[in-house]
């Protein structure tokens, strides 16, 4: 289901970024018509949930993990109202996971970056953080899909730098459902994040 004010944001939205940053999404023939499911990519900017979200409006609306730090005046009501919940970085937000798992559930799109924090900018910039596994652990308990995506082009917005967002096919948990959640969550966690570094490498 999309909010209101989700629709009216997309709406006003979609134009200049189609326009000034030429926007571009493939593989949206991979995502699930209907249902929920965990779609996890990169991180390169606070941004990356808009363009990673807005080739699925107007029919589906991203519900996505914030920092919590980001829950203040002015900006606290306008990420709820797009869609964010909080989690509380580095100290295993078990909160945040089960409002994710619910939503999911319910058949709402959770967007998670894995990466947990963008990717540094420079020399460091291809420096892959450790992965979080919240993710594939969030799609094991809810029992949904687990999809891979993949965005360019957000860490150079100001060089209006084209976007960028490829959607892979679903990574295969059906080996791992009636497992330990944990540990399962461990081995999905490395078969998504190889899944994102191909999808990176067709951009």
């Keep these: ?96 996971v089960k409002t994710a798992v619910e939503l999911a559930r319910r058949g709402e799109v959770v967007a998670i970056f894995p990466e947990g924090t963008r990717r540094e900018k420079g020399l460091l910039r291809r420096r892959r953080a450790r992965p979080h596994t919240g993710a594939a652990r969030i799609a094991l308990e809810a029992g949904v899909p687990l999809i891979p995506a993949a965005i360019a082009g957000t860490d150079r917005l100001t060089r209006f730098a084209p976007l960028r967002v490829v959607y892979g096919q679903p990574v295969d948990l059906d080996d791992l459902r009636d497992g330990d959640v944990r540990k399962g969550a461990r081995v999905a966690t490395e078969r998504l994040m190889a899944a994102i570094g191909e999808l990176e490498n067709t951009l």
């Design 1 to 96: 289901m999309v909010s209101p004010f989700y629709f009216i944001l997309g709406a006003l939205s979609t134009p200049p970024v189609r326009l000034l940053y030429r926007l571009r999404a493939s593989g949206k023939e991979n995502l699930p018509a209907s249902g929920g499911y965990v779609l996890s990519a990169n991180h390169l900017s606070n941004i990356d949930p808009w363009p990673l979200g807005l080739p699925l409006w107007p029919k589906r609306q991203l519900r996505f993990m914030a920092k919590s730090e980001l829950f203040r005046p002015p900006l606290w009501p306008i990420l709820k109202l797009a869609g964010a919940f909080q989690v509380r970085r580095g100290y295993g937000d078990e909160g945040a």
